[in-house]
């Protein structure tokens, strides 16, 4: 999967229920991003991390938490706060000191039931 | 922040012709412009990105041109094929001066007639 890999790829929420998104990465790089996608809205960043156990609001953070534990992992919790989840979301890391290309994972389609 | 408007929405050339995607940034401070590929069901990649000290960059039959005076920025793409057909998104932000992530663009749909 490239070195950055999300799960699950279909994900399925019912109303009032928080779930995670996976995503982890073996490239070694610090910095990591999580954006939404929506038709025709383009990427939306979400939250992003430069460092293990610090991280920072996106645009639209609101109804998202994350957690940066480890530099390898920055799973994506979407909570019952988030009234419109349905969308396809993206993780992404890059090498800050080499260069700024994002590299994405395969992205996780969370509906709602 | 930064805003990023990408037009236009949708564009259908005839295969061998040249495709132009446009896109404008609001903030001043921006120094760094990619452009992203996105295939269908696949993830986004990086195809080319300039940065605001120079004015063009090209990479066989792809180009990027900035113009920071009027912040904006084009992709060129010259005698399209049908792998061209894709999801081209513009994206900006500033490096090194403390904002992190990229602002993208809503995106071109390419669609390459044969």
């Known amino acids: 999967d490239g070195g950055i890999t999300q799960s699950p790829k279909y994900l399925f929420r019912k109303e009032g229920q928080n779930v995670t998104l996976s995503c982890e990465q073996n490239l070694n790089h610090d910095a990591m991003y999580w954006y939404r996608q929506d038709p025709g809205q383009g990427l939306r960043l979400i939250y992003y991390s430069q460092i293990v156990n610090d991280f920072q609001k996106g645009d639209i953070a609101e109804g998202y938490s994350v957690s940066r534990e480890k530099k390898e992992s920055f799973p994506l919790t979407v909570t019952s706060a988030q009234k419109n989840p349905t969308a396809f979301y993206l993780c992404?890391?890059?090498?800050?000191?080499?260069?700024?290309?994002?590299?994405f994972g395969s992205g996780t389609q969370l509906s709602v039931l | 922040g930064e805003n990023v408007e990408q037009h236009p929405s949708t564009l259908s050339v005839q295969e061998g012709d040249s495709a132009v995607i446009k896109c404008t940034y609001s903030?001043?401070?921006?120094?760094?412009f990619p452009w992203y590929k996105q295939e269908l069901g696949k993830r986004p990649q990086l195809i080319i990105d300039i940065r605001s000290n120079v004015g063009e960059k090209k990479d066989q039959r792809i180009a990027v041109t900035l113009n920071k005076t009027a912040k904006h920025f084009s992709l060129h793409i010259t005698e399209t094929q049908p792998e061209d057909s894709a999801v081209y998104f513009c994206a900006a932000s500033m490096v090194g001066g403390g904002a992190d992530g990229l602002t993208f663009g809503k995106g071109t749909h390419l669609i390459i007639q044969p």
């Open positions: 992404a890391s890059s090498d800050r000191l080499t260069g700024e290309e994002l590299f």
């Open positions: 903030d001043s401070a921006s120094n760094y």
